[in-house]
């Protein structure tokens, strides 16, 4: 018995001679939330679909729990699916449409009512048995969808863009709810979305890709803080990315020329193997310093011009130009307004060298 609930080995797949999904390896352990993030058209639907057995690999295996699927069909590959469009059947109630799977699997009807109070529980839809679709909200109408993919207890369950069609408020609570039933299932679950602050907050791990194949994958807090390439810097969260004119390298990290700018940073990264072409700062490592915490910083220290401030509410977006052609965003908590200069005056920054990221393309 294999100890990963999925797995893809070396797939591809072409329509005609354009491969949409490239060489793609994933091995996915039970229990784990693992968001496939990408931008439009990067593969992440066929991906799925090749997972549920919708479109065939034109080469390499899928295995769920260490089983080929090549040659299983997609209603029994125990696999559950929410999709953007949940499509409840309008003229069946709750309890109907939650146990439209397990009817179709025969399941005994005294087993049957039981599944469906327990997924009805654990979405937190107790009580809403006998209502219809049009009588419940969006956020429940999904929920409903939920617990009928659910039901059957799948061992995987695969969702595609599920909460797209949500207003944000509800999209937000959303996310806490899925993780928490996931987590409470302990199923595994594949997760495909193009909206990178629902991957961070529910993930336990995140696999980004990029035409067709993984530009990296890892854990969201890894991803944030140690992108690997300047598509994953600016895709998931803000990032000053500037580029680099030459480097020199030493035990303690890496001094870097940036631009024309005659400006040097220090970063505590080493090149491993290509030479640094960028390097990535996020907006909220900047600090502004005032003159007695620069005098004793260690780190980098730059010296710009304010000029301009956006008001986010809790943050302040900050743009500072610290050479001709070179402005740095810079995020700050509202409360450090007061160290702020006028617009058009000299500000001070700082930022830690274990903040400054290398990247090689
Ligand atoms: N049946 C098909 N025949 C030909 N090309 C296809 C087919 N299905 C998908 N594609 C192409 O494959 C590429 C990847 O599509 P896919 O739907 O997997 O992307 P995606 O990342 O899910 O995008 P989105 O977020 O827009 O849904 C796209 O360029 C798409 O046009």
Known sequence: MSTLDIELQSVTKSYGVVPVVRNMSLAVPPGEFVSIL?????????????????????????RIRGRSQVRVSPENRNIGLV??????????????????????????????????????????????????????????QQRVALARAIAPRPSVLLLDEPLSNLDLKL??????????????????????????????????????????????AGRPADIYRHPQSSFVANFIGRSNLIPVSSFRSSADGTEILLGSSGLRLTSSDRPVADAPRF???????????????????????????????VNLGAQLDLSIEIAPELS???????????????????????????DVTLLSH
């Open 38 to 62: 990408g931008p439009s058209g990067c593969g992440k639907t066929t991906t799925l679909n090749m997972i549920a057995g919708f479109a065939a690999p034109s080469a390499g295996d899928i």
């Open 83 to 140: 999709f953007q469009n949940y499509a409840l059947f309008p003229h069946m109630t709750v309890a109907e449409n939650v146990g439209f799977g397990l009817k179709m699997r025969k399941v005994p009807r005294a087993e049957m009512e039981g599944r469906i109070v327990e997924a009805l529980e654990s979405v937190h839809l107790s009580g809403f048995a006998d209502r219809y679709p049009r009588e419940l909200s969006g956020g429940q």
């Open 171 to 216: 999209r937000e609570a959303m996310r806490i709810e899925l993780k928490e039933i996931q987590a409470a299932l302990g199923m595994t679950f594949i997760y495909v979305t193009h909206d990178q602050e629902e991957a961070m907050a529910m993930s336990d791990r995140i696999v980004v890709m990029w035409q067709g194949e993984i530009a990296q």
């Open 279 to 309: 390097l990535c700062i996020r907006p909220e490592s900047l600090r502004i310093t005032g003159d007695a915490e620069t005098a004793s910083a260690g780190g980098n220290r730059l010296t710009g011009t304010l000029r301009r401030i």
């Open 328 to 354: 740095l965003s810079v995020v700050i908590p509202s409360s450090q307004s007061g160290l702020l200069p006028a617009i058009g005056e000299e500000c001070r920054v700082f930022v830690a060298a274990e």
